[in-house]
């Protein structure tokens, strides 16, 4: 299942990489935006939509249990945010657990929340990168699964790190939903903040 709000690019990435070739099935797309390119994509790609507009529940609690009851119905066992711009409540979270993904524009604990990217060039770092990391009830604080690292030049602006950031999300987003549906993540009974990887690809 895959959750997103705009354009659907890293949507598309998975769509392109993992679905359909034996090991991850996206079961649905889910948005909170009636217009978001996204859905088109889905359709495209004949995966079934719903939308959940804010503005059509009582609150952020009532969105997502109707969002929830829908996941569930299509039998999903991972949750995939991309570019999903809702935060979700901590009764989602408990509702999935252990089973919702998000990517992040940045080496996690840095620089979270908005504008990852901003952030990183407000404070002139020579590197930063891209963080795949399970949710919980905070903001960008769930276990990291993967992490690749994007350097800075000095003479680059904004578009050309929104760039080089983007293509390494479309690499290690699919890469990461891959060795979940694999079996080759976990995070330690014995500690919550710690994720075991086993990869077993190309032994």
Do not use: C
Request: charged residues 25%; negative net charge; without cysteine.
């Amino acid at each position: 299942m895959v959750l997103a709000s705009g354009g659907g690019t890293n949507l598309q990435a998975v769509l392109d990489q993992l679905h359909g070739r034996g090991e991850v099935e996206v079961v649905g797309v889910g948005s909170d935006k009636p217009a978001a390119y996204a859905l088109e994509r889905a359709t495209a790609a004949k995966v079934p939509t719903a939308v959940f507009p804010r503005d059509e529940y009582e609150d952020r609690e009532a969105r997502d249990a109707a969002m929830a009851d829908w996941i569930e119905s299509t039998g999903a066992e991972l949750v995939a945010l991309a570019g999903y711009m809702q935060l979700v409540s901590a009764s989602f979270v408990e509702r999935f657990r252990g089973q919702i993904v998000n990517v992040h524009p940045a080496l996690l604990p840095s620089f979270p929340g908005l504008d990852a990217i901003g952030q990183a060039l407000e404070q002139g770092v020579k590197v930063t990168g891209v963080t795949v990391h399970f949710v919980d009830e905070g903001t960008d604080t769930g276990p990291v699964i993967i992490q690749r690292a994007v350097e800075v030049p000095a003479n680059w602006d904004r578009e050309e790190l929104e760039v080089a950031i983007h293509a390494i999300e479309h690499e290690i987003y699919p890469e990461a939903i891959g060795m979940i549906a694999r079996g080759e993540v976990k995070i330690a009974d014995d500690e919550p903040r710690k994720v075991i990887v086993t990869q077993t690809r190309g032994k």
